[in-house]
């Protein structure tokens, strides 16, 4: 049970160029999301997905795209890369349990992609 | 607008002694709080967490106590270890179920 994984660790872009980043879950998890983290910044959420097939804005959307074919997988897009978008990326997913009447939401968290985008 | 706020940027303790980490939070509709902990070169990984409906949750070394009134929330560990440094992050939720996630203070516990 290898929980969430990341592919790539780290990765260097030059300006204009893309990516993908992979996220992979073998919890059955239903929900994923992909944040940020940027020094003194704390998490911030860029997109997320309730389930397959479906992906939603988070609090950073611009400059990024998601898809979510598969249930375990979550991939966040880069099409033209920006200094600004030099961070640690994070994915994670969860299985949303009940509290009365509604989802208490627990995230599991991959091990982190370090971008730098020169 | 910053709704979750980690005011000290770090803290240091001695080994044995109480760590604690304080969090304060703008938003009235949060009614869900957890702790996740942090190592360098690692994801999060989820701590401890309490309920608005509680004023206090306990886990071995770990408790998290909420005042809502304050809308603060503050998590004590007893006794600290040197294990314990890491970075810390307060994380608030309401209805919409997503988490909103303060910005993290980094504890330090010297042997």
């Known amino acids: 049970n290898a929980g969430v994984t990341q592919t790539p660790k780290f990765r260097v872009l030059k300006t204009g160029q893309s990516m993908t980043l992979l996220c992979a879950q073998d919890?059955?998890?239903?929900?994923m999301y992909w944040y940020r983290q940027d020094p003194g910044m704390g998490l911030r959420l860029i997109h997320y997905s309730v389930g397959e097939g479906t992906t939603a804005k988070g609090e950073v959307p611009d400059g990024y795209n998601v898809s979510r074919l598969k249930k375990q997988n979550f991939l966040l897009g880069l099409e033209s890369a920006a200094p600004s978008q030099t961070s640690v990326y994070f994915c994670?997913?969860?299985?949303?349990?009940?509290?009365?009447?509604?989802?208490?939401?627990?995230?599991?968290f991959g091990p982190g992609t370090r971008l730098t985008v020169t | 607008d910053q709704q979750v706020k980690q005011n000290s940027p770090s803290l240091s303790v001695q080994e044995g002694r109480i760590s604690i980490l304080n969090c304060d939070y703008t938003n009235s509709m949060f009614d869900y709080f957890l702790w996740y902990k942090k190592y360098p070169a690692e994801g999060p990984t989820f701590l401890i967490s309490?309920?608005?409906?509680?004023d206090k949750n306990e886990d071995g070394r770990f408790t998290v106590f909420l005042n809502k009134s304050a809308k603060h929330l503050s998590l004590h560990i007893v006794p600290s270890q040197p294990g314990d440094s890491a970075v810390y992050f307060c994380a608030a939720t309401g209805a919409n179920s997503k988490l909103t996630f303060g910005k993290g203070i980094t504890l330090s516990v010297r042997p």
């Open positions: 919890m059955n998890h239903e929900y």
């Open positions: 309490i309920s608005s409906i509680k």
């Open positions: 994670a997913s969860s299985y949303p349990s009940s509290m009365g009447d509604r989802f208490i939401d627990e995230q599991y």
